[in-house]
């Protein structure tokens, strides 16, 4: 396993609410992303973080939020869940700038988030 | 940006047969291309990776391919077994302005194994 811990791992909450997923990791890596997974979509990023502080967007970052206060912690929130967030998000990690056999990105076991 | 496009979306083999997934690319400054198996209720796992230097690569029973020049990609497996039923992802990697890495992922192939 990679090292990865995220919570919740299921939730269904209301439209219009607001929701946070955390994610956790014990390796010490450098940099972290979100990823949502929709059938027919493969995974596609929301955001990622290179650093503490240090975040950017991805290609579907419209509605979500993220903050990364210490290393091993990346929170992503949505400020007000829609019907169309409702989705498996994924956090993975990679060590270093550059990715290559052996030093690769990592996935976590996922969230499963309905929005009702 | 990056389009992978991954065939086909549902492959049903029967078991000791090999199963072959394709993808194609459109940046061609990727240069890192991982296949993930998902199992069902999981994250994806990586099972094998190459990087764009080198044409072949194998593991045990899978192997990956690679063509820079038409761009594409494929993921084979020999002598499929029960436990290879899964969902397969190919993906490719291009910074993101000098900050990380993005995987641009395929759409996936559902794998069946029939015994």
């Known amino acids: 396993d990679a090292g990865i811990t995220q919570s919740p791992r299921h939730k269904v909450t209301e439209t219009g609410t607001p929701v946070t997923l955390r994610c956790h990791q014990t390796?010490?890596?450098?940099?972290m992303y979100w990823y949502r997974q929709d059938p027919g979509h493969g995974l596609r990023l929301i955001h990622y973080?290179?650093?503490?502080?240090?975040?950017d967007k991805g290609e579907v970052s419209d509605g979500y939020s993220v903050s990364r206060s210490k290393t091993e912690d990346f929170l992503l929130t949505l400020e007000s869940a829609t019907s169309s967030q409702t989705s498996v998000y994924f956090c993975?990690?990679?060590?270093?700038?550059?990715?290559?056999?052996?030093?690769?990105?990592?996935f976590g076991e996922g969230s499963w988030l309905t929005v009702v | 940006g990056e389009n992978v496009e991954q065939h086909p979306s549902t492959l049903s083999v029967q078991e000791g047969d090999s199963a072959v997934i394709k993808c194609t690319y459109s940046?061609?400054?990727?240069?890192?291309f991982p296949w993930y198996k998902q199992e069902l209720g999981k994250g994806p796992q990586l099972i094998i990776d190459?990087?764009?230097?080198?044409g072949e690569k194998k593991d045990q029973r899978i192997a990956v391919t690679l063509n820079k020049t038409a761009k594409h990609f494929s993921l084979h497996i020999t002598e499929t077994q029960p436990e290879d039923s899964a969902v397969y992802f190919c993906?490719?990697?291009?910074?993101?302005?000098?900050?990380?890495?993005?995987?641009?992922f395929g759409g996936g192939t559902r794998v069946l194994v029939k015994p």
């Open positions: 190459i990087r764009s230097n080198v």
């Open positions: 993975a990690i990679s060590p270093r700038l550059t990715v290559d056999p052996g030093n690769t990105i990592y």
């Open positions: 390796e010490n890596h450098r940099y």
């Open positions: 993906a490719a990697s291009s910074r993101i302005k000098a900050a990380g890495n993005k995987l641009t």
């Open positions: 973080s290179y650093g503490v502080k240090d975040t």
């Open positions: 940046d061609s400054a990727s240069n890192y």
